[in-house]
Structures are given as C-alpha cells and as structure tokens.
C-alpha cells in the first residue's frame, strides 16, 4: 500500500506563493505518474498539473500554466509543487496522487493513490 503525505498548505495573499510536497512510502515511487489535484467547497476535484515517472514530462491546467510548477525526486520519493502568483481563485485543498503507471494522466479517476488533502487559502 502506498501512503501520500502532503505538507506546505497555508495562508498567503494575492500574488505570493507556495510550495506544496508530497512525501511518498512507496519503494517503487520512481514507476508511478504523480500528480496534484484541488477541489474547492462546492466543487468538483479538478487537476492542476502532473509528472511522468522520471519528470520528464509534465502537463498543467489551463489555469495554472506559468505559475505553478512540479517537479519530482525519485531518491527523495517526493513530489513537489511550486506555487507562484496565486490567485484567490486557487483556493482549494490540494491533493498529491499517485498511478500505478509510469505516463502521466490527468483525469481523477486514473490515479489509484490519494494523499489526506491540504488546504490552500489566498486572501485578495
């Protein structure tokens, strides 16, 4: 079983940044696809970016591209976002995830691990 921890959520205004990570149990962490997901109150979970199994390809959602940033460290088993200019529209709980696959994708329902959640709230 493989276990997502995510750390780095908080508080910042518009404008600032954050840097969300994902530390991963699993010791076949360098075969997976990760990804990150948000879901705001009253809406659905939505993808937001996304890593092949050694970083070398990456996809972004239209409404974070040019601001947010992954990145992964197959020695570390991490998975990291890079969050800058935030926006109070990307409020939300952040969720790393992991597929048992090493290509990326960027539907929910093509990941089989999930992380607790942390939340991310951006003042105006």
């Known amino acids: 079983q493989v276990q997502l921890v995510e750390s780095g959520g908080g508080l910042v205004q518009a404008g600032g940044s954050l840097r969300l990570s994902c530390a991963a149990s699993a010791r076949t962490f360098s075969s997976y696809a990760m990804g990150w997901f948000r879901q705001a109150p009253g809406k659905e979970r939505e993808f937001v970016a996304a890593?092949?199994?050694?970083?070398?390809?990456?996809a972004y959602a239209d409404s974070v591209k040019g601001r947010f940033t992954i990145s992964r460290d197959n020695i570390k088993n991490t998975v990291t976002l890079q969050m800058n200019s935030l926006k109070p529209e990307d409020t939300a709980v952040y969720y790393c995830a992991g597929r048992n696959d090493p290509r990326l994708r960027t539907g929910p329902f093509e990941y089989d691990y999930w992380g607790q959640g942390t939340q991310v709230t951006v003042s105006s």
């Open positions: 890593t092949n199994w050694y970083g070398g390809s990456t």
